[in-house]
Every structure is written in structure tokens, then in C-alpha cells.
């Protein structure tokens, strides 16, 4: 298994990123930087969070069209598995690999804390460890993670089992009080049309060693249940 992390100037989770995925795979990725013009052969890339060019325009606009990015969508229109994680969510939509946009959030405030999400559609590329309809706990830190597209779009997205994760209460009602951002259809994680390209707020980067989970009582560094998702 051989995976790219993309660097942008401002990312701050690419660090973290290669490490989950050197823990998954027993291999370093490649970190590819946005100048450059080439990826490696690879069967993953990888987009992290930050603020890259730090979200001086609109948040992932300047980094959708750095060159390495075109190679990117190539990739991805040939197949290759894309993740993208907060930041890189925002590039996603941006580049056109994923639908829809990421507005400023409701409450017009940066937002870092834990949130509940439902795994609402099965994908075995990304979440074949999970079940569909399972909670897990996620932390979120953007100011811009508020999904958003017009209603033609959200009810594709969701009959044609689009939308990958959802906002929800510790046990698992969809709620205005558990989305953290006011994103529609309180909708955390997107994939897209042919199920390659996963695009997805929280960070799990962040959890995927017990240690790392402020929720969990002892500080075993142990693998978490999202190494589940980095190995799947």
C-alpha cells in the first residue's frame, strides 16, 4: 500500500496524517508538495487539515489551484481513493472532485470540540470496518464546515447514498444542538459519485490512538476504533 499526503503552505495536520498512515500501512507516505507538478504512484492520497495559504480567500480556493492539485483530479477521475479532511474537504469541493460547499460556520465562530456522527451509508473502501448506522466520536476545529448545496443536490446525495457521515447526539438522533456548524441535513462527510473521494470535516488524525481520545478514562496508547479507518 503505497499512499501521498498533499503539503500546503498553512497545513498543520499533514504531520499527523503521515503518521496515522505510517502507523496503518508499516510505510511513510509520500508528502508531495503543492508546487510540484507530479505524483508517485500511489493508491491513496491524502488531503489534510489547516488553514493552507492561510484560508487568506476562501477557505481552499488558493490550494484547489496549486499544479499538483490538477494531478489530483486526475487521479481521482482515474479511480485512485482520495481522502480529504477538513481543509481538504474545502479543496475537494473546490476542485470539483466533491459537491456542494463549505460556508462560514452558523454560529460565525472557529468551533474545536468533540461531536458524535452516525455512519449513514456503507462505503468498504473508507468505513467497511464500521457498521452502517454506528456512532463514533470525532473532534472537529474549523470555521468553515458549514456543508452546503441547493435541495436538488442534497436529496441526490442522499438517495443515491452519498452522504457519509452525520451530525448526531451520543445516541444517534439527529439534533440542531449536535451539529456543531449548521451544516445542512447536518451532514459531517460527503463521497462522491463513484465513491473514491471521501471528504469529511472531523479529523480523524486526530483519535487514532486511545491516548489521543480525551473521552477515554485510561492513557493507553493502544490503537483507537479510527485506526479502523486508516487500515480499512
Not at 20 to 34: D, I, K, N, Y
Not at 52 to 58: A, H, I, Q, V
Request: hydrophobic fraction near 40%.
Amino acid at each position: 500500500m503505497r499512499a501521498a499526503v498533499i503539503v500546503f503552505p498553512g497545513s498543520n495536520c499533514d504531520r499527523d496524517l503521515k503518521v496515522a498512515l505510517t502507523q496503518s500501512m508499516g510505510r511513510e507516505p509520500a508528502m508531495v508538495w503543492h508546487g510540484d507538478s507530479d505524483l508517485p504512484d500511489t493508491d491513496l492520497i491524502a488531503i489534510p487539515g489547516g488553514f493552507s495559504y492561510g484560508d487568506y480567500l476562501r477557505s481552499g480556493a488558493m490550494a484547489a489551484n496549486s499544479p499538483i492539485m490538477r494531478e489530483v483530479v486526475k487521479k481521482a477521475e482515474g479511480g485512485t481513493p482520495v481522502l480529504a479532511i477538513c481543509n481538504g474537504f474545502q479543496v475537494a469541493t473546490e476542485t470539483g472532485m466533491l459537491p456542494g460547499a463549505l460556508l462560514r460556520n452558523a454560529g460565525q465562530k472557529f468551533v474545536c470540540r468533540d461531536v458524535d456522527l452516525l455512519i449513514t451509508a456503507q462505503n468498504e473502501r473508507f468505513v467497511g470496518g464500521f457498521e452502517q448506522g454506528e456512532v463514533v466520536r470525532f473532534p472537529v476545529a474549523h470555521h468553515d464546515g458549514n456543508f452546503y448545496a441547493d435541495e436538488d443536490k442534497l436529496n441526490e446525495l442522499e438517495s443515491e447514498g452519498q452522504i457519509a457521515f452525520k451530525y448526531v447526539s451520543e445516541s444517534g438522533d439527529l439534533t440542531d444542538e449536535a451539529n456543531p456548524n449548521g451544516s445542512l441535513k447536518n451532514i459531517a462527510g460527503i463521497y462522491n459519485k463513484a465513491g473514491n473521494v471521501l471528504g469529511l470535516m472531523p479529523h480523524p488524525e486526530r483519535v487514532f490512538r486511545t491516548v489521543q481520545n480525551s473521552w477515554v478514562a485510561d492513557n493507553s496508547v493502544e490503537d483507537s476504533g479510527w485506526m479502523r479507518l486508516f487500515r480499512n
